[in-house]
């Protein structure tokens, strides 16, 4: 089964930085595209970004084009978040999709896996 804890999360003030971790277990994550996905208060849970299994392909979402970066080391995947905004705070799921098929890596049905989430906050 696979499992993902997220860790990271905290305050910050706006332009600052902030990295959050992703530590994955139960699967071979090289066939796994993973994600970041983040629900702000009062909104619908949104793509942020995804790398996918083989760590090449990348893809953000335009918000945060340009601010975040996702990397990727074997079973740990990390956000770092940049030159951050009010309109960052949210929780923040990290999620794995098993790639098979055409994969968007944007969407949430993609995702079969999903970890507890990690608070972000974002002071102006």
């Known amino acids: 089964q696979v499992q993902l804890v997220e860790s990271g999360g905290g305050l910050v003030q706006a332009g600052g930085s902030l990295r959050l971790s992703c530590a994955a277990s139960g699967g071979t994550f090289s066939l796994y595209g993973m994600g970041w996905f983040r629900r702000a208060p009062g909104k619908d849970r949104e793509f942020v970004t995804a790398i996918d299994g083989s760590g090449t392909r990348t893809f953000y979402a335009d918000a945060v084009k340009g601010r975040f970066t996702i990397t990727k080391e074997r079973t740990l995947v990390y956000l770092q978040m940049n030159n951050m905004k009010p309109e960052d705070t949210a929780v923040y799921y990290c999620?794995?999709?098993?790639?098979?098929?055409?994969?968007?890596?944007?969407?949430?049905?993609?995702?079969?896996?999903w970890g507890q989430g990690t608070q972000v906050t974002v002071s102006s």
């Open positions: 999620a794995a999709a098993r790639e098979y098929g055409v994969m968007y890596y944007t969407r949430e049905y993609e995702y079969q896996y």
